[in-house]
């Protein structure tokens, strides 16, 4: 019935509503590829994760359609769905040891006991805890029991599996080193993940698109590197990574450039991705790394005078607060490399950047 | 520093900077604070001795103090503890009896030891008291002034039970409450069959127990699972309605349930009136064991909710979410993921109730006629109207040792960590 190249998951004119007056989501189209690892990101309440939990049943969808392999499952229920799940607080049964835990869903599944016992054996080696089957949940740090967590959402062979917030309670350092395991076990197993978080930096590690979402849409569906390089709108700009915001109003447009002028501060030359007609406003998006310090002359169209107003030493960089164009919190990241420039706090400075990298978009007001 | 280190690392004490032991100066700084947390705790401390611990002690005493007969025939009891037990004593035996006759008569105690006496040798308080208006003009021989009074004196059985009574401790108010007693050669035995009681009171009162904390889990669960689950505002107004009959007098509900169950009460009507029974058929529903057992449960059923609604208050949705997720239907999940996790609650709960019906009695004497009593009713009546303390607290002592058990044995198996009250 499926070809393999149609999409494991389709959300089609999905709307949600809990209370009859608000919708949480607002007409999502979404495809979801076989194999792939798609995260929706976005802010606390922005409706990622009544997507992720209208997919796996939890909630229904007040209207529109949602299929797996091409069968609509809205009235299907969620322990028929077959799909894998790894909760916020991991939700590992307290009162069942990991092995336990593990055989559950076997069990449920009415799989032979020596069939389980390897399959449980085989799913805690994968998360390298091959030794703690006869432990209770309780006994284990909080990355081990993510990693349990993950085992029992795989150790069933389900083909989709999702994923809400679920390296929110750990520290910095493990977050990190999950990701990665994370990003491996979807790469060695080709599961299809969807996954769930309000953290820019993990969704950009571990994803092959990033869905943002915001106020009940969907802003930008696009691969890591184009989300950050190539936002669409103020929003994405403002979401993903860091950016320098300058407002201003169109001033005339050519060949997919325009010029902004910066309320009266100066003119700048942008590319023209998401501005307004001319006269409306717009903001325009920099990321810090791609301006240049005291750049040689005639190498960027816009050059600026302005003052070092901050220094903070960030070892492999230096972050740079500059006051340009009437922005005070303009920043700029100096790569600490040998010659770098040197730089002193009230002193004035050069700022330089391509057209290419100072995109115009719409202006976003924040909720 | 490093001379602490070097202690320290010696196997000596550790030094605070000021050369003091650490650990003196450790124990001087957390003093202040330790006795500020005892001043809190001493007002409850000093009341729960004063109205709770002194009482049950002094009760628990009273049911092997034994002074009566001790006290009052000081003469009799005195040569008694070396009598043989064989044969009728002698005339010295019976001389002392006739002098602390006379004299617990003089002193008016002469009532005490006849009722004391007749709880142990049932009829004999007679024998006491007429003897005892004789006593003072007999004259010697007095063994046979005293047989010629009442020919119970001539009876080994009636000096046995003297000796025993004469000792200042005894067991025979424990031996009472278990249906047993001593024969005439001082060896335990049981009751009369006629006359056996509280054993099958004491088990009367642990099946009632047992059957309300049953029908309280049973009627208490889904409650308890609805208070859990419910959205905020349907889940405060069934909190009220479970604590409102919690707010009202224990007397009223036991009351209305009498209304309600009576012969011609309000249930018994409906029944008639939709002709599941006719006129003649009422249904005994009250003042019997089903009475008991209907109001206990209505009245004790707050006492389950709570505990088991603080307990899965705790368990997040997400658990049962993941077993959904994982596979098992709704009622799989349900009873492999959610309902292990609630044992503690059950735990606790149904032993809280447990403990309370087994010394409950205001309810068993309102509706439990005859076949609704419990043990408390019959501690009361030992208290109020047979005025045999000393049984009394033989009973009180038992159920005290037998929720102790209890208590002991919940902890051995559930452990108490695991237990929630709230």
């Not at chain 1, 049964?93 to 449980?120: C, W, Y």
């Not at chain 1, 599961?191 to 994803?207: F, G, I, R």
């Not at chain 2, 503890?81 to 009728?88: N, R, V, Y």
């Not at chain 2, 005859?370 to 607290?393: C, D, E, P, V, Y």
């Amino acid at each position: 019935m499926s070809d393999p190249s149609d999409p494991l998951v389709r959300f089609i004119e999905v709307q949600k509503s809990y209370d009859g007056e608000i919708l949480v989501v607002k007409n999502l189209n979404l495809d979801i590829a076989k194999g792939e690892f798609l995260t929706m990101l976005g802010p606390s309440g922005s409706g990622k994760t009544t997507c992720l939990m209208m997919l796996a049943g939890f909630e229904p969808a007040t209207h529109g359609e949602i299929t797996l392999e091409g069968n609509p499952i809205n009235n299907v229920a969620p322990h028929k769905r077959g799909i894998g799940m790894v909760f916020q607080n991991y939700a590992l049964f307290p009162h069942m040891t990991v092995f336990e835990n593990l055989a559950f869903p076997l069990e449920v599944r009415k799989m032979g006991k020596s069939d389980i016992e390897t399959k449980v054996k085989q799913a805690l080696d994968m998360v390298q805890l091959g030794d703690f089957g006869h432990r209770r949940p309780m006994q284990l740090s909080g990355g081990q029991q993510q990693r349990v967590a993950v085992a029992r959402a795989l150790v069933f062979d389900p083909q989709l599996v999702l994923m809400d917030e679920p390296l929110g309670a750990l520290d910095k350092q493990l977050r990190e080193q999950m990701q990665y395991e994370i990003k491996h076990i979807h790469e060695s197993l080709g599961v299809t993940v969807v996954y769930v978080t309000h953290d820019q930096s993990e969704a950009l590690t571990m994803s092959n698109r990033v869905a943002v979402f915001n106020d009940g849409v969907i802003q930008q569906l696009a691969p890591p590197d184009v989300l950050y390089e190539k936002p669409d709108n103020a929003f994405c700009a403002q979401f993903i990574g860091e950016n320098n915001k300058l407002m201003g109003t169109v001033k005339e447009k050519s060949g997919g450039n325009c010029v902004v002028d910066i309320s009266g501060s100066g003119v700048v030359h942008a590319l023209d991705v998401n501005a307004g007609d001319v006269g409306a406003g717009t903001s325009l998006s920099l990321r810090p790394e791609r301006v240049e310090i005291d750049p040689p002359e005639g190498k960027f169209p816009n050059v600026f005078e302005g003052k070092v107003e901050e220094l903070i030493y960030l070892g492999d960089h230096i972050r740079t607060r500059v006051n340009v164009c009437g922005h005070d919190d303009f920043i700029v990241k100096v790569p600490n490399i040998s010659d770098h420039a040197s730089l002193i706090e009230g002193n004035p400075v050069k700022v330089g950047w391509t057209i290419d990298d100072c995109r115009a978009l719409d202006v976003y007001e924040g909720p | 520093m490093s001379e602490q280190v070097m202690a320290a690392a010696g196997g000596g004490a550790v030094l605070a900077a000021d050369g003091t032991p650490l650990k003196e100066r450790l124990q001087k700084t957390l003093r202040r604070r330790k006795l500020v947390a005892a001043g809190l705790v001493l007002p409850l401390g000093a009341f729960v001795f004063i109205t709770f611990m002194f009482p049950i002690v002094l009760m628990l005493f009273r049911s092997i103090d034994n002074p009566v007969i001790n006290e009052n025939m000081p003469l009799t009891a005195a040569i008694l503890e070396h009598w043989d037990g064989q044969d009728i004593p002698g005339e010295e035996v019976f001389a002392a009896l006739a002098a602390d006759l006379a004299q617990a008569r003089e002193t008016k105690e002469i009532g005490r030891v006849a009722t004391r006496m007749n709880f142990e040798y049932s009829g004999v308080r007679s024998v006491f008291t007429s003897t005892a208006r004789k006593a003072k003009n007999m004259k010697a021989p007095f063994k046979d002034a005293l047989i010629k009074a009442d020919e119970k004196w001539g009876e080994r059985e009636m000096w046995v039970t003297l000796q025993r009574m004469s000792k200042p401790y005894t067991s025979s108010q424990y031996l009472a409450a278990l249906d047993m007693r001593y024969d005439i050669d001082n060896n335990i035995v049981m009751q009369d069959e006629d006359r056996q009681i509280y054993v099958m009171i004491f088990g009367r009162t642990l099946w009632i127990s047992f059957l309300v904390s049953a029908l309280c889990l049973l009627l208490g669960y889904p409650v308890a699972y609805l208070l859990a689950t419910l959205p905020l505002k349907y889940s405060n107004l069934l909190m009220i309605m479970v604590l409102l009959p919690f707010w009202t007098s224990l007397l009223v509900r036991t009351t209305s349930w009498i209304v309600l169950l009576q012969t011609n009460g309000v249930l018994n009507d409906i029944f008639v009136w939709l002709h599941l029974i006719d006129d003649e058929g009422r249904i005994q529903m009250i003042y019997n064991q089903m009475g008991t057992v209907i109001a206990m449960t209505h009245i004790l059923l707050p006492f389950m909710v709570l505990p088991l609604y603080s307990v899965m208050k705790t368990i997040p949705p997400s658990y049962m979410r993941a077993a959904l997720s994982l596979g098992a239907n709704p009622v799989t999940a349900y009873v492999r993921v959610y309902a292990p996790q609630t044992v503690p609650g059950i735990g606790a709960g149904s032993l809280l109730v447990f403990i309370l019906s087994i010394g409950y009695y205001i309810t068993p004497a309102l509706v439990g006629g005859r076949t609704g009593q419990m043990i408390s009713n019959f501690i009361a009546f030992h208290m109020q109207k047979s005025l045999n303390w000393g049984l009394a607290a033989a009973l009180g002592g038992i159920l005290l040792v037998g929720v102790l058990i209890l208590y002991w044995a919940y902890s051995k198996i559930v452990g108490v960590d695991n237990m929630k009250l709230g």
